[in-house]
């Protein structure tokens, strides 16, 4: 009886001992422990300026395939246009104690008061897309002067530098549209027979911007030559108001993103040309220098993307 009681210790013993080596080793990290180079998983807050529009939907989806990439936890919170909103949402990951926030501002002053108080909390945040007055600990995105550049130097092209050309604006307030617009007057120094003879915004909306194209097809009536659209929402609608109104073949139209809407349009030959704002790069460049940032490893204070025209000639690299 004893020495049966005997073996059975031993394998009990045997089977504890085991199960710590087991749980000791644990093989190699898992992505969140790689990430992080700890135990704990690292958790991301993201604030989006608007998940309804396609670009910045698809910003928010480089941010979350970077995320599953490399084991991070990605909470993503629609801002639906509403600074007041993405306030809330920052104080929510900052209750959260998320070890970082990526945050794509709607309005450069309007959403400042968000950058402030991750800072005070001392979380980490990055702006992605665009700026706020107060100052992030990064950003990364593009520079919206340069798609300016590029769209009036292709109208500037097509049109022999010379002739009217009308601007819809995005978002009153939002960096993208503030940038863009002075990109775009900027750019027009160098083309003195080119006049802008009207700019609206239609807030980065597509049904917006039908309207306020028809709107100018009325009131400039076959003296609209040119069409730069802030953004490939915008676009689309002004495109569409053109084709309604059978007059696109006499105005060149180009607009901003290379959303996917933009870039078929472009392929069929609807659309000019479309400027490429690679939100995928963008997205995942944030989320990689957020964890650089949590890690206190080295990181850029500033990366910026670069914009690409696209037109017919090449539009075959941009599609999927």
């Known amino acids: 009886m004893k020495k049966r009681m005997g073996i059975s210790m031993v ?23 790689a990430a992080g ?37 990605i909470i993503v919170n629609d801002g639906q246009k509403d600074p007041n909103k993405q306030i809330q949402q920052v104080e929510t990951f900052i ?27 001392g979380i980490p945040i990055i702006n992605v897309n665009s700026v706020t007055k107060s100052a ?13 550049q590029i769209a009036i130097d292709y109208l500037a092209e097509r049109l022999g530098s010379k002739g009217n050309l009308v601007m819809m604006h995005g978002h009153l307030g939002q960096s993208a549209e503030i940038d863009r617009t002075e990109g775009a007057v900027e750019a027009l120094k160098g083309y ?49 108001a053109l084709e309604d109104a059978g007059v ?17 349009a472009v392929k069929d030959g609807r659309l000019d040309a479309t400027v490429f704002q690679n939100a995928a790069a ?6 990689e220098t957020a964890l650089k940032i949590i890690k206190k490893e080295p990181f850029e204070k500033e990366v910026f ?10 539009i075959d690299q941009y599609l999927k």
């Open 192 to 240: 003195p027979d080119m006049k802008l003879i009207a700019e609206q915004t239609a807030e980065w909306n597509r049904d917006k911007a039908l309207t306020l194209m028809q709107n100018w097809l009325q009131a400039h009536d076959g003296q609209i030559q040119g069409v730069f659209a802030q953004n490939d929402e915008m676009g689309m609608g002004a495109l569409k």
């Open 11 to 33: 394998l009990v013993l045997a089977l504890i001992l085991a199960a710590c080596g087991n749980k000791e080793s644990g093989g190699e990290p898992s992505g969140s422990a």
């Open 305 to 314: 993307v670069p914009f690409e025209l696209v037109t017919k000639d090449n």
């Open 282 to 287: 963008q997205g995942g460049g944030a989320l």
């Open 248 to 264: 696109k073949q006499d105005i060149v139209l180009v607009s901003v993103d290379a959303i996917a809407d933009a870039l078929q």
């Open 95 to 121: 209750a959260q104690k998320v070890d970082a926030i990526i945050f794509n501002p709607i309005e450069a002053e309007a959403s400042s008061p968000a950058v402030d108080k991750a800072k005070e909390a």
């Open 37 to 73: 180079g700890g135990d704990k998983q690292i958790t991301i807050g993201v604030s989006i300026l608007n998940l309804a529009n396609e670009f910045t939907a698809t910003l928010a989806k480089g941010i979350e395939e970077k995320g599953k990439e490399l084991g991070v936890k």
């Open 136 to 148: 992030p600990d990064a950003f990364v995105g593009s520079r919206d002067q340069e798609s300016a």
